[in-house]
């Protein structure tokens, strides 16, 4: 499942919390995909528990540690007290899963929609499905299909 299609089934499935990457009933907007996908997490890990998500996630979508320009439109946000990842906002280019998870608290907080967090992940997530397995050592080429490292 593509991270645009999982992100849309996510929020109307699960609570959207973009102060934590997972819970048991939502998270972030990556957390939220991820509950879509079918991703299992272990939430009886302890503190290990976000990275082992973020390492889950980034699995699943190797493409979202891919560097992309910072959309125009989130560059208008507003920089939010309870957000993570502020940084974004006012930058040129950032790693895809951090634009994303900026977008998480403007979603939240209504000053920008699902629709276009998607729309933009669209724009620039890979044509095809990430085969399945595939590491973080794969690459998308110019015309946008994974290439699964050996």
Known sequence: MKLSDAMMLG???FRLDPSMWACRDGGCLLGVAGHAAGIKYDFNRGCEEAVDIIRLLRQRWPWVENVFKVPYFARELPILESGNFLHVGGSDNAQADYIISFFANH??????????VVDWVRSVEPSEDVPSGAGINNSVNESGKVEVAS
């Open 11 to 13: 929020v109307s499935m």
């Open 107 to 116: 979603v939240k907080q209504g000053t920008c929609s699902i629709e276009q």
